[in-house]
Each structure stands twice: as structure tokens, then as C-alpha cells.
């Protein structure tokens, strides 16, 4: 049974900092392409940073890009998301996901990611 779980969500005043963490358990590969994504109250989900299972082939959306920085520890099911310049707008439930398959790529859409997290909450108050 695949199992991922997300930590390190809490509240923080704009400018901050937060490390968000997640571990999957249970995949039969580490070659998984992991991601996380966003949901903001009264919004859809939406895509926030993914890297490959080598950890090479990163992708951020536009948002985020040059703010949080993700990354992976070598052939581990370990993903973090390092959040810097916070802002009100960051404000949402962050989930971690894994794509189902092994050797998988990087990608942006929802829909292609197999296995989710529970969500950890990220709170910015200005």
C-alpha cells in the first residue's frame, strides 16, 4: 500500500520561510516522478513544482519561480519544497503527489499523478 505524507505547513508572515517535506512509502520503484500542488480555498489545484527521479529535470510554475526551489535526495522517494519570499497569495492546502508510473516524467497536469498526500497547510498573513 503506497503511503505519502507531507509535513512542515504553518503559519507565517510574508517574507518568511518554509520547508515543506514528503516521504512515499510503499512504491515498488524510486523512479517516480514526484510534484507538488496547491489549493487555495475556492480554487482548483494547481501545479507548483515537479522534478524527475533522478532529480535533474525540475519544473516550477511561473508563481513560484524563483522563490521555492524544490528537491530530491538521489533514488529516494523524498521530495522537499523550500519556500522563500512567502506570499498572502501562497496562502493554500500543499500536496504532495507521485506519478504512478516508473521512469515518469515531470508534469504539470492534476490529473497524471497517481498517489496524493493528505495535504499540509500553508498560511501567510501580510
Known amino acids: 500500500q503506497v503511503q505519502v505524507v507531507e509535513s512542515g505547513g504553518r503559519s507565517v508572515q510574508a517574507g518568511g520561510s518554509l520547508r515543506l517535506s514528503c516521504a512515499a512509502s510503499g512504491l515498488p520503484s524510486r523512479t517516480n516522478a514526484m510534484g507538488w500542488f496547491r489549493q487555495a480555498p475556492g480554487k482548483e489545484r494547481e501545479f507548483v513544482a515537479g522534478i524527475s527521479w533522478t532529480g535533474d529535470i525540475i519544473n516550477y510554475s511561473d508563481s513560484v519561480k524563483g522563490r521555492f526551489t524544490i528537491s530530491r535526495p538521489s533514488a529516494k522517494n523524498t521530495v522537499f519544497l523550500e519556500m522563500n519570499s512567502l506570499k498572502p497569495e501562497d496562502t493554500a492546502v500543499y500536496y504532495c503527489?507521485?506519478?504512478?508510473?516508473?521512469?515518469?516524467?515531470?508534469?504539470?497536469?492534476?490529473?497524471?499523478?497517481?498517489?496524493w498526500g493528505q495535504g499540509t497547510q500553508v498560511t501567510v498573513s501580510s
Open positions: 503527489a507521485v506519478r504512478g508510473n516508473p521512469y515518469s516524467a515531470v508534469n504539470t497536469s492534476v490529473a497524471t499523478y497517481t498517489y
